[in-house]
């Protein structure tokens, strides 16, 4: 089995910064992917930022030179450094990470619980 858990969420104003960590556990061979979402209130879940399995990373034009994505790979983390922020950026954000299971060396999605993220302007 494998877990992803986020942290770092919560409540900042209009202008500020977070920083959000997303951790993989488990039984885990590899990671390939590891994605970051963002689901507003009432709207459905959206790709932010993200590394390929190649190591390339991308983002959402509404996030570009405000957001980065960075990765750990010795710590199986995947960071989210959000600046510049605005209230459009309030909602839950949600780790996703394309990981190869020891147990049968099957790649497998899994998502995280996802962080709370409040901007106030």
């Known amino acids: 089995q494998v877990q992803l858990v986020e942290s770092g969420g919560g409540l900042v104003q209009a202008g500020g910064s977070l920083t959000l960590s997303c951790r993989a556990s488990g039984s885990?061979?590899?990671?390939?992917?590891?994605?970051?979402?963002?689901?507003?209130?009432?709207?459905?879940?959206?790709?932010?930022?993200?590394?390929?399995?190649?190591?390339?990373?991308?983002?959402?034009d509404s996030v570009k030179g405000r957001f980065t994505i960075s990765r750990d790979n010795a710590k199986n983390t995947v960071y989210l450094q959000m600046n510049s922020l605005k209230p459009e950026d309030t909602g839950v954000y949600y780790c996703n990470a394309d990981v190869r299971v020891i147990a049968n060396s099957r790649i497998w999605a899994y998502w995280g619980q996802g962080t709370q993220v409040t901007v106030s302007s």
């Open 28 to 60: 885990i061979a590899s990671i390939n992917a590891m994605r970051w979402y963002h689901q507003a209130p009432g709207k459905q879940r959206e790709l932010v930022a993200g590394f390929t399995g190649g190591g390339s990373t991308n983002y959402a």
